[in-house]
């Protein structure tokens, strides 16, 4: 994003803000206070997995407003205990906690996987595998799994616990391994990092990885989970189940939800006590995780957004052929698609949205596209349009320079 002037403010310092507010929202589309209209394949970071006031969400979230908000989690909640044996007749999991963020749900897995040892007998085994590019999040603990300098600078001493190999590296993952290994966690798709997918085989070893070691295999699918890739989480796509899952983003449908499954054995720890949350699983949010999930387990809307992605993927390897000198090459799955750009990946995400489309930018000069799993294919021809003209313009400002 181009840093334009932006009014002062009272808030905190920490976004670099493209100055420009939206008014609504409607489907794939944005409408800005000033009432320009912008198709919206960045889905506020893969959160508005049913793009924009989709009519089910909105009615799922107002009869629930009009009943009742929040109870403690001291009492039973219904819609706690429905989203999570939906979550778990859909997945590998036998159990699941609500949180409220991804940071949230990636602490739970962390704490799940440490007790999981410490309740088995192995106290000492508490520290994780991780990967070089990963991010999972802004606690404190998370900026030390996700290991990026920029993110753990001037925070104190990182959580300890961590140990991060190259990407793709096998040597460097098995030599990582010792007595105090606990387990590996990874995102199969990196986000941030730039859409840099794990091979399934690579998933596959580490599985085998794990099943040696007596590991846990821990997830990451806050980004690439409800539906991103075409499956509904894209472990998947490598014919693998982890033993613990952190998910969030998309299951909220923009309602702040997180969450984290796991197996029964991997969870054996989790007793009365261990952890525990104020809102999460609030009834509003489980409300809108269930409405989510009706809508994304329908018959054929995973295959759907195959379909879709595939379209966007063909269109987009088209403007790679066509505007060679400022961007390379389509990445990703599903609709969770990157570009990896030649121009800098923010003057490329900056033409886009002058073109009226909002693209992200992520890590290793990629930018996403995360448009809603909803989005039709007139709104995906009607994107390519619009960044054809805009890789155009940028590709000619090249050119004089
Ligand atoms: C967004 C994200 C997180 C952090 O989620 P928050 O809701 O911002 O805390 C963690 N991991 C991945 C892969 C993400 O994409």
Redesign the pocket.
């Known amino acids: 994003m181009s840093k334009e002037a932006v009014p002062e403010s009272a808030l905190y310092s920490t976004y670099a803000r493209a100055d420009l507010s939206f008014d609504r929202g409607e489907g794939s589309w944005l409408v800005a206070t000033d009432g320009r209209r912008y198709l919206d394949f960045m889905g506020g ?2 959160v508005n997995s049913l793009g924009h006031a989709h009519p089910h969400l909105v009615a799922a979230l107002k009869a629930q407003a009009e009943k009742l908000w929040h109870v403690s989690n001291i009492f039973e909640i219904e819609g706690q205990r429905r989203l999570a044996e939906r979550l778990a007749a859909a997945t590998f999991a036998d159990r699941v906690f609500f949180a ?7 602490e739970c897995a962390i704490k799940t996987t440490r007790r999981f040892h410490y309740v088995n007998g192995r106290p000492e085994r508490y520290r994780l595998v991780t990967f070089e590019g ?6 404190l603990a ?1 900026i030390a799994a ?1 290991g990026q300098k920029k993110y753990l600078e001037g925070f104190g001493p990182p959580v300890p616990g961590f140990d991060q190999v190259p990407f793709g590296d096998r040597e460097a993952v098995e030599a990582a391994i010792g007595p105090e290994t606990a387990g590996i966690l990874i ?1 199969p798709i ?3 990092g730039g859409i840099r997918a794990f091979p399934p085989e690579e998933l596959r070893f580490l599985r085998a990885l794990c099943d040696e070691h007596g590991l846990l295999l821990v997830l ?5 989970g409800i539906g991103r890739t075409g499956r509904l989480f894209a472990h998947e796509w490598a014919g693998i189940t982890p033993d613990v899952m ?1 998910i ?2 998309g299951i909220g449908g923009g309602f ?1 939800l ?1 969450a984290c499954l796991a197996t029964e054995a991997a969870a054996a720890g989790m007793s009365a006590g261990t952890h525990g949350t104020t809102f999460g699983g609030n009834l509003l949010a489980m409300a809108v995780g269930n409405a989510v999930l009706d809508v994304v387990l329908e018959d054929g809307f995973l295959e759907r957004v195959r379909q879709t992605g595939l379209l966007l993927k063909q269109k987009l390897a088209g403007l790679v052929d066509a505007h060679g000198g400022v961007v390379e090459e389509i990445r990703g799955e599903g609709l969770m698609l990157g570009i990896k750009c030649r121009a800098p990946n923010a003057e490329v995400a900056a033409a886009a949205r002058e073109e009226g489309l909002l693209l992200v930018a992520a890590g290793d000069n990629v930018v996403r596209l995360l448009p809603a799993l909803t989005v039709g294919e007139a709104e995906v021809t009607e994107a390519v349009v619009r960044l054809d003209r805009a890789l155009g313009r940028l590709a000619k400002r090249e050119a004089a320079e």
Not at 100 to 105: I, K, M, Q, R, Y
Not at 220 to 224: C, G, H, R
């Open positions: 970071i893969a409220n963020s991804g940071a949230e749900a990636i990963a991010f999972h999040g802004r606690t998370a996700g995102e990196q986000g941030e990451d699918e806050i980004q690439t952190a969030a983003k702040p997180g």
